[in-house]
């Protein structure tokens, strides 16, 4: 038997307990949970057949009753003596995508964020859209192409046109970037004609990941009007292997900055709550942003309510995102085009005057919380490599 | 033994075969093929397991030599003696979703549609932006919701702002419209980091549907700046029941209207080609508009090269449709917002004039193209009534 060992100040110790879904070499992926550097195998352990699937998709189909019932079932069980066989180091594991992802939809929910880009692509207008302040604008995203962390990102190919082009060309991306953003993921989904109410966003949500939605930027300049982004940012979206339960979450919420205007009925909530998550940005192994997730202005509940409004019906392994997570101050921009302001203002990377991503380049993104009972939890890191683009003769 | 009868002028001859998945009172949803009036029940008489199952997924992504070899079978079979109870009359089944929806793309490809919408949203501006000319402008949609034809409309709910209004407010949608389109249907998917050249669409595209993308203009109109439609079409996409083969549309290959200018190289084919495809929408059982397909102006092959030619992964059950069929004429416009000319140019509906839907409204889309061996083949229809919208008060 074997009984982990948990290092005092552990970001996986058992305040955390996120999930994913590993294999070992010659064995089906299955769902684990993470204990400081362990990965205790439910398969095993619980008896359960929902954990011997691919994804975490069955499981979190079992609503939240089940959720916390399994999680005092797995604080008992990794507090105690495990089969050795059901132990395994998380360096020796290989991380799949941990769920089977429906929809995605991608907000916009930073004022910081926002703003910024508003100056960057209209500088003689607002910088925030009349909308912006009274819904969180988002859009879908592409669902078949949300990757787990370590995936290598090839850059893509796609039609630019600069302001001072008469025509666009093909070629490959020029200005690629990244986005650091939160990730939250539907466990329990709601039917067609139904609504989601703020205040049913525990009941709903399962767990919260890492996100990088990589955004070519010149590809998305000339495409996004009148209908968004679309091939600027539908090649990879990046997201950390463990989903940390929104049961895990408690001590890190934190009031929002505050609305002004009110929004309306639909959009509030008993009591709106925020997040306080730290994150880093992480370009070729140096912290260059510290976005703080504290400062975002829509909430969680608030972006699910909305997504819902129209009685669209949600499902098991939805996932929406933040949209990018930028603070008030400039090292606190999840997003390069923010950070350089629009590849203007370089800056120093390991000794290097960097803009966009070049190829090799390596983007890790963490982030830690306050954990119950003192201390902090992590979600890990969403890590990608840029590989060359092929196929730019076309 | 039964033999079909398939009177002269079937639109769902030989030429035609649809697939579709249905089901019987106590009988699990599984793969059929129509013939004149009857379905033919494919897991009853093929004997292979991919008919046994509820959407046509399993059967598409065995590719396209395996599509070809059951359409031969399915015309050997269907032309002689069947067992009785594998014929029922399209009148005793219930027809389901035929496909599971991976990604659900919806694109812009009518001039037609996009210059109206430009002159009706942007008065002052030219009617097409900058880049619609050099590119296939789409988005990617709410695949969640796309419901099989007969499924009813609940009106959303949602926010809308007029122009002279100082603040939003939420409601139901006062401007609730159809888009008549045309779906294609990825069978086999290509992986990511891979591109999907214009030439192999007939090696992917598995067949086409009707599309009814409803969309609620008013709340569309508020939200869309700048990151595209979100809730004002997310509510519901309807599709007609029969995926109609693209086998079955070598005799509708027309050549496009004309692209200049001529688009960059990986949006070319070895010959080019739309489809000669009529629809007609009925609205209370009126015909109100006869789009033709044939006016496009981007192809269906370069909406699919242009979906993954930044290295996007596509998945079997993928649906990407054309975008509202708009004709050059009045009699020929696929939305009722050009068709009122955003409400401003009532038209008569059974002897109401009518902008806008109603509730208790049903609009109906059906499309007809040339077959092979001369006549015609049917896709169907897409059907949908308007129910008053719940949960107002929120």
Same mark, same amino acid.
């Given at each position: 038997m074997t009984r982990i060992d948990i290092p005092e100040g552990s970001l996986f110790g058992l305040a955390n307990l996120p999930y994913g879904v590993f294999s070992t070499p010659g064995t089906a992926p299955r769902v684990g949970v993470r204990v400081a550097d362990s990965v205790v195998d439910l398969a095993a352990t619980l008896g359960d057949d929902v954990f011997a699937q691919p994804s975490l998709n069955a499981f979190m189909a079992q609503g939240r009753l089940r959720w916390e019932e399994v999680r005092r079932q797995v604080t008992e069980l990794v507090s105690g003596d495990l089969p050795d066989d059901a132990v395994h180091p998380v360096s020796g594991v290989t991380l799949h995508l941990p769920v089977e992802v429906a929809d995605y939809v991608d907000f916009y929910a930073s004022e910081h964020h926002a703003a910024n880009l508003g100056r960057l692509?209209? =500088?003689? %207008?607002? #910088? $925030?859209? =009349?909308?912006w302040k009274h819904l969180p604008v988002g859009y879908h995203g592409r669902a078949g192409t949300v990757v787990v962390s370590g995936t290598d990102i090839v850059r893509p190919c796609g039609q630019r046109k600069a302001p001072d082009e008469a025509a666009p060309t093909f070629g490959e991306s020029k200005r690629l970037d990244i986005e650091a953003e939160l990730g939250f993921i539907v466990g329990t989904g709601s039917p067609l004609g139904s609504t989601v109410p703020a205040d049913e966003f525990a009941d709903r949500v399962f767990g919260a990941v890492l996100v990088?939605?990589?955004? %070519?930027r010149d590809i998305q300049s000339w495409e +996004?009007? #009148? $209908?968004? #982004?679309?091939l600027g940012k539908s090649f990879a979206t990046s997201i950390s292997p463990w989903v940390v339960p929104i049961l895990a979450l408690e001590a890190a919420r934190v009031p929002l900055p505050g609305q002004d205007p009110e929004p309306l009925p639909y959009l509030r909530e008993s009591e709106s709550w925020g997040l306080d998550i730290d994150l880093a940005v992480e370009w070729n192994g140096e912290v260059v942003s510290r976005p703080p997730?504290?400062?975002? +202005?829509?909430s969680p509940a608030q972006m699910l309510a909305h997504m819902t409004v129209n009685g669209a019906a949600s499902r098991t392994g939805d996932l929406y995102a933040s949209g990018t997570i930028s603070g008030p101050e400039k090292h606190q921009r999840g997003a390069f085009i923010e950070l350089t302001w629009g590849g203007k203002e370089p800056i120093t990377v390991k000794g290097e005057e960097r803009t966009f991503l070049q190829d090799g380049d390596e983007v890790a993104i963490t982030a830690t919380a306050p954990a119950a009972g003192g201390g902090r939890l992590g979600f890990g890191e969403v890590r990608g490599r840029i590989l060359p683009a092929t196929g730019t003769e076309r």
């Open positions: 692509f209209r =500088p003689n %207008a607002e #910088p $925030l859209m =009349p909308n990088n939605d990589w955004s %070519a +996004y009007v #009148p $209908l968004g #982004p679309n997730y504290r400062t975002m +202005y829509w």
